[in-house]
Each structure stands twice: as C-alpha cells, then as structure tokens.
C-alpha cells in the first residue's frame, strides 16, 4: 500500500517539527542548513520522506538526517557536482550520492554550500546554476 504524499506546507511544517524536536546543536545545524537551502534556489520545495526532510527542484537536491553525534546531507546526484571546497566528506565511494557529515562545533562554508545547492538544482533541471536572487 502507497503512504499518502505529504503536502509542502505539511512537510516543512514537519522539518520546523523535526528542528525543533532535535533541541541541541543538530537542531541548530539542520536549521541553519536549511536556511542556507532555501536562500539557494528560492524554488526549493520540501518534502518529508523516509522521515527525513528532503529538498528538491525537479528531483531531489538532498536529504538531511540527524544521528546522534551527526547531521548529514545527502546529495541525491553529488558524484555529478564540482566541488572545489571539499566539502562532501562522507559516501565518497558510490557512483551517484555523496554527503556532508558535519560534527557538534563544526561550521560548513556557506558560500560553498549554497554553490552546491545551485548546482543540484541545475543538474535536476538539466540547465546551469543560477545566481541566488535577494529576498526581499
């Protein structure tokens, strides 16, 4: 039997949840990475599958789970991404995903991030990576 899709307004009412819920630094680092998604591709959606926040743009973009002494974001197609500051550091191996593992007192550069993000969601939509727009 197929589960019931979740909406986005009810799947990024489960990521506030899931933040909210984590109450120490992997909820602070997952909400920070979110932020950072978001600022990205304005276009993201969130979904929640797996129990886990997903964030796409015609495919998924990545995953972001939190373990015990970890958060970690999964790039769906993170084999395919440049990336020049090195920062996937985890599922270095398979052909198609990579990951960001980061720790309690660890900091992601931000810039790079989101220069990530952009190009996963290029990659989805077969085009090129797109300058963030400013909210307002």
Do not use: Q
């Not at 920062?87 to 309690?104: K, M, P, T, Y």
């Amino acid at each position: 039997m197929k589960k019931p899709t979740t909406s986005a307004s009810e799947a990024s009412t489960l990521i506030s949840k899931r933040i909210a819920e984590l109450g120490d630094w992997r909820g602070e680092t997952l909400g920070r990475m979110r932020a950072l998604i978001r600022a990205a591709d304005p276009d993201v959606v969130e979904e929640w599958k797996w129990e886990n926040p997903v964030w796409s743009h015609d495919g998924i973009i990545c995953t972001g789970e939190s373990y015990k002494k970890a958060v970690k974001l999964t790039f769906a197609k993170g084999a395919s991404l440049k990336d020049p500051k090195r920062l996937f550091n985890s599922s270095l191996d398979g052909n198609v995903r990579r990951a960001i593992d980061i720790h309690e007192g660890e900091t992601v550069d931000a810039e790079a991030f989101k220069a990530l993000v952009r190009e996963a969601a290029a990659v989805n939509t077969g085009g090129k990576a797109k300058k963030a727009k400013p909210r307002s």
